[in-house]
């Protein structure tokens, strides 16, 4: 995370602050370690066999039976790869969509100028004040009438564009100095040829940050698909990984092994993108 | 001459898709949520007959209206209260990057990557009658089905969930401040926790309003955590105004009563996010 300090104070090194630095990292290294438990707790577990969970054993015992079991069931009864495909398409739809239709939008604003510019750009405020759960009945009456129940369209079609995703192509679309517009004109290059061939990669970086926001963000939706997606061939990870939970008799093994089968990929992708992913999160949403 | 004329329809054509999508997905439903309000719908949600405002009149009167406003009030000021405090101690613990940090940090910030569905699914296990936590605690407490823990149990999860992105805000609010202030307060003989709430918070109080209002507004959509850990429950305690818009609309097919409560969740998330703005017109301190 690269989060840095506008400005730092040098000190001489003495040994003895050494020491407090160091046992300040380890006391925030073990903070830190407490506040991921849950998912340490879930971790560990999943390995120990359903029937031990609701009245753990002595320690020595769990150890001696830990088990791949919670996996197996997972892997032999639950269609997870298929479950994790449909979540792959879905992010890989809304990504695509938003990710073209949010550069159309941001070029449009920073680089013509048009009437009823401003009046469009309010458009995108008042949608962002509409929150989604007060559209979902009508959103999913919509769908309904238009038979795409059960459809990928139909998972994708309310998040194929948001209002933070223009807001942040349009940060990084203004930054492009409009001399090199004016210069690739008068070099015969189109408008469209314009965007896709330099204003485009230009804004890369960004395109990296909303990709792993929007990544993140769509194979972690729940209403939604949950509405949408009613045949199994159809479901999301998430519905998937939500049907063990709400069952009777709940089977805490699977469900731990579920949910954590669930997170290797958001949180893989989480790790290796935080810096593109922070950049994007903290541009632009706070001013000041 | 020519070329300009030739080139004006494109921005239109660019924002075309935009206006389509709002149009459909936002605004539209929007308009058609206040049109259902004022109808009986019949089973697939078109309008039947015309009863005006009584629907309103119907729902508002009920006691689990009133209850569900309750418990959705309750449950937005612990989230948005707990998630800013949790949020705002690991960021004073961060305020300085050494060698490491990057490790807790990421420690920190991890649930931002952890769906709602997959913190239920630890929890429902942690917080379950004969879970984790009892036997840590060495108490038999069902969390999740009892009435007087219940919603503090959900808000808890909410919190653990929505402590990252808040951290994240508010580290770089804190790291914004200059070193020379601070150094000049401790100077001038100002403790630690003088120099948090008397400089740090002031000066990074853009984040501090933007991470309470964006926990409080964020604790209205916590349907996932509801839905699987208590399903309203235990005696309609966690029956916050999203999970009420869910089972009218979809488990008991009344989509005009699920209007009327969505439209009173507008109202307050609308209402919510206008004081947001006056307290930062009036508090906030831009650098």
């Given at each position: 995370?690269?989060?840095?300090?506008?400005?730092?104070?040098?000190?001489?090194?003495?040994?003895?602050?050494?020491?407090?630095?160091?046992?300040?990292?380890?006391?925030?290294?073990?903070?830190?370690?407490?506040?991921?438990?849950?998912?340490?707790?879930?971790?560990?577990?999943?390995?120990?066999?359903?029937?031990?969970?609701?009245?753990?054993?002595?320690?020595?015992?769990?150890?001696?039976?830990?088990?791949?079991?919670?996996?197996?069931?997972?892997?032999?009864?639950?269609?997870?790869?298929?479950?994790?495909?449909?979540?792959?398409?879905?992010?890989?739809?809304?990504?695509?969509?938003?990710?073209?239709?949010?550069?159309?939008?941001?070029?449009?604003?920073?680089?013509?100028?048009?009437?009823?510019?401003?009046?469009?750009?309010?458009?995108?405020?008042?949608?962002?004040?509409?929150?989604?759960?007060?559209?979902?009945?009508?959103?999913?009456?919509?769908?309904?009438?238009?038979?795409?129940?059960?459809?990928?369209?139909?998972?994708?079609?309310?998040?194929?564009?948001?209002?933070?995703?223009?807001?942040?192509?349009?940060?990084?679309?203004?930054?492009?100095?409009?001399?090199?517009?004016?210069?690739?004109?008068?070099?015969?290059?189109?408008?469209?040829?314009?965007?896709?061939?330099?204003?485009?990669?230009?804004?890369?970086?960004?395109?990296?940050?909303?990709?792993?926001?929007?990544?993140?963000?769509?194979?972690?939706?729940?209403?939604?698909?949950?509405?949408?997606?009613?045949?199994?061939?159809?479901?999301?990870?998430?519905?998937?990984?939500?049907?063990?939970?709400?069952?009777?008799?709940?089977?805490?093994?699977?469900?731990?092994?579920?949910?954590?089968?669930?997170?290797?990929?958001?949180?893989?992708?989480?790790?290796?993108?935080?810096?593109?992913?922070?950049?994007?999160?903290?541009?632009?949403?706070?001013?000041? | 001459?020519?070329?300009?004329?030739?080139?004006?329809?494109?921005?239109?054509?660019?924002?075309?898709?935009?206006?389509?999508?709002?149009?459909?997905?936002?605004?539209?439903?929007?308009?058609?949520?206040i049109f259902l309000s004022f109808f009986v719908t019949d089973?697939?949600g078109n309008p039947a007959t015309f009863v005006g405002?009584r629907n309103?009149?119907?729902?508002?009167?009920?006691?689990?209206?009133?209850?569900?406003?309750?418990?959705?009030?309750?449950?937005?000021?612990?989230?948005?209260?707990?998630?800013?405090?949790?949020?705002?101690?690991?960021?004073?613990?961060?305020?300085?990057?050494?060698?490491?940090?990057?490790?807790?940090?990421?420690?920190?910030?991890?649930?931002?990557?952890?769906?709602?569905?997959?913190?239920?699914?630890?929890?429902?296990?942690?917080?379950?009658?004969?879970?984790?936590?009892?036997?840590?605690?060495?108490?038999?407490?069902?969390?999740?089905?009892?009435?007087?823990?219940?919603?503090?149990?959900?808000?808890?999860?909410?919190?653990?969930?929505?402590?990252?992105?808040?951290?994240?805000?508010?580290?770089?609010?804190?790291?914004?401040?200059?070193?020379?202030?601070?150094?000049?307060?401790?100077?001038?003989?100002?403790?630690?926790?003088?120099?948090?709430?008397?400089?740090?918070?002031?000066?990074?109080?853009?984040?501090?309003?933007?991470?309470?209002?964006?926990?409080?507004?964020?604790?209205?959509?916590?349907?996932?955590?509801?839905?699987?850990?208590?399903?309203?429950?235990?005696?309609?305690?966690?029956?916050?105004?999203?999970?009420?818009?869910?089972?009218?609309?979809?488990?008991?097919?009344?989509f005009e009563?699920?209007c009327?409560?969505?439209?009173?969740?507008?109202?307050?998330?609308?209402?919510?996010?206008?004081?947001?703005?006056?307290?930062?017109?009036?508090?906030?301190?831009?650098?």
């Amino acid at each position: 995370m690269k989060i840095e300090k506008n400005s730092h104070i040098v000190t001489a090194a003495a040994p003895k602050r050494k020491w407090k630095e160091r046992a300040g990292f380890l006391f925030k290294f073990l903070l830190g370690l407490f506040f991921i438990s849950p998912l340490l707790i879930g971790f560990v577990f999943s390995f120990v066999p359903s029937e031990y969970l609701n009245n753990l054993p002595a320690l020595q015992t769990i150890l001696d039976n830990l088990t791949l079991d919670n996996y197996r069931f997972i892997l032999d009864y639950i269609p997870i790869f298929r479950f994790l495909s449909n979540s792959f398409i879905v992010c890989a739809i809304i990504i695509l969509v938003q990710v073209l239709f949010s550069s159309f939008a941001a070029y449009a604003f920073s680089f013509f100028k048009f009437r009823g510019s401003k009046l469009l750009f309010q458009l995108i405020l008042v949608a962002m004040m509409i929150p989604a759960e007060v559209t979902v009945i009508a959103n999913y009456l919509t769908i309904q009438n238009w038979n795409l129940i059960n459809t990928y369209i139909g998972l994708c079609a309310t998040s194929l564009l948001g209002g933070t995703s223009i807001f942040m192509m349009r940060q990084s679309y203004m930054q492009i100095p409009k001399e090199l517009k004016e210069a690739s004109l008068v070099d015969g290059c189109g408008d469209m040829r314009f965007l896709f061939k330099i204003a485009m990669p230009l804004t890369i970086p960004t395109i990296a940050s909303l990709a792993i926001f929007l990544f993140i963000s769509a194979y972690n939706m729940y209403f939604w698909p949950m509405l949408i997606a009613q045949n199994t061939d159809m479901q999301t990870i998430q519905i998937g990984m939500a049907m063990l939970v709400g069952t009777e008799n709940v089977e805490y093994g699977h469900v731990l092994a579920g949910a954590m089968i669930s997170i290797i990929i958001p949180i893989a992708a989480f790790i290796i993108g935080q810096d593109y992913l922070i950049k994007g999160m903290t541009s632009g949403a706070v001013k000041g | 001459m020519n070329q300009i004329r030739k080139r004006k329809p494109l921005p239109y054509l660019l924002l075309l898709p935009m206006v389509l999508l709002f149009t459909t997905f936002t605004f539209y439903p929007f308009l058609r949520s206040i049109f259902l309000s004022f109808f009986v719908t019949d089973p697939l949600g078109n309008p039947a007959t015309f009863v005006g405002l009584r629907n309103y009149e119907r729902v508002m009167t009920t006691s689990g209206f009133s209850k569900s406003i309750l418990s959705t009030v309750k449950f937005a000021l612990m989230v948005g209260v707990g998630t800013f405090s949790l949020a705002m101690v690991l960021a004073l613990l961060c305020i300085k990057p050494q060698k490491g940090s990057r490790i807790y940090q990421t420690m920190y910030s991890l649930p931002i990557a952890v769906a709602s569905v997959p913190v239920s699914a630890l929890a429902s296990y942690i917080l379950s009658k004969y879970g984790i936590l009892n036997q840590i605690l060495g108490t038999d407490i069902a969390w999740l089905s009892t009435e007087a823990t219940a919603l503090a149990a959900c808000a808890a999860v909410t919190i653990w969930s929505g402590v990252g992105t808040s951290f994240i805000f508010l580290l770089v609010g804190f790291r914004n401040v200059p070193d020379e202030l601070l150094e000049c307060a401790r100077l001038d003989g100002a403790g630690s926790i003088r120099r948090i709430i008397h400089v740090i918070l002031p000066l990074a109080s853009p984040q501090v309003f933007f991470v309470i209002f964006l926990n409080i507004v964020n604790s209205f959509k916590a349907f996932a955590i509801i839905k699987l850990l208590t399903q309203k429950g235990p005696n309609d305690s966690t029956n916050i105004l999203v999970y009420a818009i869910y089972s009218n609309a979809f488990l008991r097919g009344r989509f005009e009563t699920a209007c009327v409560y969505s439209l009173v969740l507008c109202a307050i998330i609308f209402v919510v996010t206008r004081i947001q703005l006056l307290c930062e017109k009036r508090m906030v301190h831009y650098q």
